[in-house]
């Protein structure tokens, strides 16, 4: 089990072609508008739009300013046949290499995600030998033994970003293909490499369509809607949007810049790695000191990654969250509010977690409610001093300590101190 704080995951480039589809509108039985998209699968039926392409990695200088910074996907071609496990990564390989005997990674036992199936451990080599003929999903932190096949892009390699603690995760992907996930945001840049198979990303502009797409488990930062089966009567702001449609083939890599939403689907023996990083500090960066050249020799194994957690050091974080839950759940009340941080958890956790972090939750929202009408409302997130920012953040930490502690109990089955009124 893994009880973190969502809003931080969880996925890039620049356009233009256009590549329009518009069907006449009509409406179903239901009087739901059917313009092009009704009843298919996410992202058809309506504008489709391509991304920019560049054959392998642009310079750091490039990839930051046109971008990263300026909130546009990209397509590199090519880019993951630079590293060794383009060539080294076959079931063979993985089987044969040595490894520490109690090396377990995390397994999804669905492949159409739905964020709520259970999760497993296995044996690295257990996995390998068993996920041909099984619905099982590999999605965890690149193993140790396997960084050193997988050289960092080299858009990332400058010291300035490698040297300050920019880097968050490196993340496995690894199935049969046929993986297929909701519809989501991560909080953070990636570029996804893939060394297998091929995949679909089907993305939206948040900059231009966030207000049209229901990210309606806000805990989570991703949406219910069947990506099979796109209801326009429960999702009617879909009918609105226009979608970046990028296929990917063995050996390319994809930008998806911090906050898109995107879906992404899986096809024949698939194996990604997802490098993440913290988009707030990019901003910090001296471009001009990134000079740089490409070095294949800079592998994964020489990087420290700093997790998820460390991304609630950076108010910048805590603050781009609130206004995003704020602006998408409209006006919120202290139960809505509470809701979005321990929606989905169950009854055990629950049970675990007592009632403690509900004082933390009050002052936190008492902070934002200025008028004191019971509603946190967008615009008063907006206009949050900085010592309300300061007191949200001390607030997210606690909870995130209560979060660590319930996850080590239940992952380790330990007995952990008594949390449950520490706050």
């Not at 998408?328 to 979005?340: M, N, P, V």
């Not at 956790?349 to 936190?364: A, D, H, N, P, R």
Request: aromatic content about 12%; some cysteine.
């Amino acid at each position: 089990m893994r009880l973190v704080l969502t809003f931080y995951l969880p996925q890039c480039f620049t356009f233009y072609t256009l590549l329009y589809c518009v069907r006449q509108s009509s409406s179903d039985s239901n009087g739901a508008p059917v313009s092009g998209g009704h009843r298919l699968k996410f992202g058809d039926g309506r504008p489709k739009h391509t991304t920019d392409e560049i054959v392998q990695f642009p310079d750091t200088k490039n990839f930051f300013e046109n971008y990263v910074l300026s909130s546009k996907p990209l397509k590199m071609t090519g880019a993951a046949k630079l590293s060794p496990a383009f060539r080294l990564w076959e079931d063979d390989y993985f089987i044969n290499m040595p490894m520490p005997p109690g090396n377990k990674v995390t397994v999804e036992t669905r492949k159409k995600e739905n964020r709520t199936q259970p999760t497993t451990e296995m044996h690295f080599k257990e996995f390998v030998l068993v996920y041909n003929d099984t619905d099982q999903y590999m999605v965890n932190s690149v193993p140790k033994f396997l960084g050193k096949d997988i050289i960092l892009p080299g858009p990332l390699q400058c010291d300035e970003i490698t040297n300050q603690g920019y880097l968050t995760e490196a993340l496995m992907w690894f199935s049969s293909g046929g993986t297929n996930s909701v519809v989501h945001t991560d909080s953070v840049d990636n570029i996804n490499c893939l060394y297998r198979g091929n995949k679909e990303f089907v993305m939206v502009d948040p900059h231009k369509y966030g207000d049209k797409v229901d990210i309606d488990h806000p805990q989570g930062a991703y949406s219910g809607v069947d990506v099979d089966n796109v209801n326009y009567t429960k999702y009617p702001g879909l009918a609105e949007v226009e979608f970046y449609h990028v296929n990917i083939t063995a050996g390319d890599c994809l930008f998806i810049p911090y906050k898109w939403i995107h879906q992404v689907r899986s096809y024949g023996r698939n194996i990604a790695v997802n490098i993440w990083w913290d988009h707030h500090k990019s901003k910090n960066i001296d471009i001009d000191r990134c000079t740089n050249q490409f070095d294949a020799t800079k592998t994964l194994d020489q990087y420290s990654f700093v997790g998820f957690a460390d991304l609630l050091s950076n108010i910048d974080s805590i603050k781009d969250h609130f206004l995003d839950v704020a602006k998408r759940a409209k006006d919120l009340t202290l139960g809505k509010f509470e809701d979005i941080f321990v929606g989905e958890m169950g009854p055990e956790e629950l049970e675990v977690m007592g009632t403690g972090y509900k004082s933390v939750f009050k002052k936190i929202f008492n902070a934002f409610d200025k008028n004191r009408d019971g509603i946190m409302t967008y615009e008063e997130v907006v206009q949050a001093s900085e010592e309300d920012w300061q007191l949200a953040h001390k607030g997210i930490q606690q909870y995130d300590a209560i979060l660590r502690a319930v996850d080590q109990q239940f992952s380790e089955g330990e007995e952990v101190p008594d949390i449950r009124e520490e706050l």
